[in-house]
Every structure is written in C-alpha cells, then in structure tokens.
C-alpha cells in the first residue's frame, strides 16, 4: 500500500525587512505616498510658508509684552498689554470690581469641578448632583445670596456672562432633551404630536430669531405682575433651542439601539420605566456621545449671539474694550485673544468627549 502521509517542510526563511527610520517611513506613508499626495503636501507647505513666519513675527518676536499703547505702536507688534489692561473687563463685564471675588469664586468651583471630572475622581450620581448644584451656587454668589449685597443682571458681562449661559443651558437642555426624544420614540400620539411640533417648530427658527423673541415679545404675553429679567428671558430661549437639537441627537442613539434589548430587560421582570432609564437611555447616550459633545460645543460658540439682543458676552466686551479711545488700533489682538480663549474651551470639551468615547463600556454620561 501507497504511504501516503508528508512530513511538514518549513517554507525558506525571508530577508529581513529594510530597515527604516520612524520618521522617514511616516513621511513617505502619510504625505508622500502618491504623486498627488506630494503634489497637495508641497502645495500645503508653501503656503505656510508664506504667512506662518510673519504670524509668528507678529504674534511673539516683534509683540510687545510691557509698557503702553505708545510702546505697542513704536514696536509694530501685537499689542500683549491691552490684553492684560482689560482682563478683568473681558472676565466680568462691568461687574463692580470690590465684589469681583464672587465669580471669581464660581470661577473656581467651575474649574475644580471640571478637574475631577476630567479625572474621574467623582461619578455617577455624585458627578449628576455636583453638575446641578453648580450654577445654582454660582447663580446665587454672582447675583447676591447668604445676606450678600445684591448685584444686577444688567452688569453681568464678558467670559462669566457666556460660560454661565451655555453651562445652565447644557444642563437643562440634556435631560429636556432626553424626555424629547423619549416622548417622539415612545409615546403615544398624542404626545408624539406634541414632541415632534415642538423639536420641528424650535429647529426650524434661527436661534437669533428665538433670542429677539424671547427679548422683546415674551413680555408682552406675560401678566403685567409677571416681570422676568431680560437675561432670564435669554437664557429660557438658548435652553428651548438646545433642547430641541438634543432631542434629535439622543433619538437617533434610541434608534441604534435593538429591540432585543427591552424585550430581555422587560422578561426579566423589570418594568418599562426602569428598562428606559438603566438599559436603553445609557446605551443611546453611549452611542451618540460625539454629537452630543459637538451640540455642548455649538451651545457656548451660539453664546456670542447674545450681544445682539443688548447682552455684552465675552465677544460684547472684546468689541466694547476695542473701542477704547486710548486703545484704538488694537483690534486684531482682541479677536486673536478671544480665537484662543473659544478654541481652548471647545477643545477641552472635544478631549472630554473624545475620553468618554475611549472609556467604552464603563464610560458614565
């Protein structure tokens, strides 16, 4: 009889790969792998070259770092020491300087707070509480509370005025949102009508339209014994707006969601409400954490709107403080220093979220 079993024979052993350096092997795979890669990287590259050194020029080497706006205009350079003579405008507005510790305080419970939460020391339902507690806290040590003396809103002002607006309205506007979202996908019709005219009629109005109403023709269908602050009036109209993109973001993680997860939760013996709240809402959450954080983003840039309606925000005071007579021709640092301070709010948001998404599973919303 034919044997007709093979013995294992090991293919020859293949050359070592060339070996190349990091950076060389970077380069020829991520800019110069094609012939239009190299095209548009060389294309890129030039054109940095032509105004990066000048920015730098202007933004460090030639700037002016001491001294008065005599001193800015001999240099040629920005102009540094605006910025450091109206901080504290830019900061607070025309909030009185005696009491100006008060949102300094908030100020620093607001970046605290961020500070363990960005760390993961708090969570859960400690992490909700602190977040809701917040900007009543900070509300009531900014406005005058614990027998403080009382402080108009109209004062309110600069970077205090638009984190405040867009922290309150991210706050209230998720969990009205949530309830949206949960009213259009599970409710009956009649509250489906009702969700769904809200979220359409709120998404299709510009928010500026939304802010001139709640400015100027929200008092006019109020009790004449009704008086609501102008601010209140704004900051109701960016939570309305908000919360109706925050339905539509949330449904759509409802809507990734299979079915098979409430069937298993509610054969277990766990009723509707709790299979809502602990199985279905997380996980939509989970899976829609990117817009979700670039809807929080789109908030606090809207904030700028506001100086429309007669509130100087942050951007309100940058133009404000650009008007100084003693400080004309300062603009560009103004809007440079405002570009960065957004960029560097926004972007801690975005590594926020981008943490979150990393997380997985154990990530808490």
Not at 111 to 139: E, K
Not at 174 to 200: D, M, N, Q
Not at 233 to 246: D, K, N, P, T, W
Not at 330 to 335: D, H, I, K, P, V
Request: aromatic share 10%; glycine share 8%.
């Amino acid at each position: 009889m034919k044997d007709t079993t093979t013995s294992f024979q090991p293919s020859p052993a293949r050359p070592a790969p060339t070996r190349q350096v990091a950076a060389i092997s970077w380069l020829r795979s991520n800019l110069f792998g094609s012939w239009f890669d190299t095209i548009v990287t060389l294309f890129i590259t030039a054109l940095l070259l032509s105004f990066v050194p000048n920015l730098i020029q202007w933004l460090f080497l030639s700037a002016t770092y001491a001294g008065d706006d005599e001193v800015c205009r001999q240099n040629g350079g920005a102009c540094w020491p605006f910025i450091v003579e109206k901080f504290q405008v830019l900061m607070i507005g025309v909030y009185p300087q005696d009491l100006s510790w008060r949102p300094g305080l908030a100020g620093l419970a607001l970046l605290v707070l961020a500070g363990l939460t960005y760390t993961d020391r708090i969570r859960g339902v400690t992490l909700i509480a602190a977040w809701a507690i917040l900007p009543i806290f900070a509300l009531m040590m900014i406005g005058g509370a614990f027998g403080m003396q009382e402080v108009d809103q109209s004062v309110w002002g600069g970077l205090m005025l638009s984190i405040m607006l867009a922290l309150v309205g991210v706050i209230v506007s998720i969990p009205l949102g949530i309830l949206l979202a949960l009213g259009r996908h599970y409710g009956s019709p009649a509250i489906k009508v009702l969700c769904v005219t809200f979220i359409e009629l709120l998404r299709g109005v510009p928010l500026i339209t939304i802010l001139f109403m709640a400015s100027v023709m929200m008092p006019l269908f109020l009790p004449p014994e009704l008086v609501i602050n102008n601010l209140l009036r704004i900051q109701i109209g960016m939570i309305l707006f908000s919360s109706a993109y925050m339905a539509e973001v949330v449904r759509g993680g409802l809507q990734a969601i299979p079915k098979g997860q409430s069937e298993a939760s509610l054969s277990l013996g766990v009723s509707s409400l709790y299979t809502v709240t602990f199985v279905i809402v997380p996980q939509a959450l989970r899976h829609v954490l990117p817009p979700l954080i670039g809807r929080c983003i789109a908030l606090f840039k809207d904030t700028s709107l506001v100086i429309i309606v007669g509130l100087l925000d942050f951007l309100g005071m940058i133009k404000g403080a650009a008007l100084d007579t003693d400080w004309l021709g300062f603009q560009a640092e103004a809007y440079v220093f405002a570009a960065f301070v957004y960029w560097l709010i926004c972007y801690s948001l975005s590594l926020y979220g981008r943490q979150l998404e990393q997380r997985g599973p154990n990530a808490h919303t």
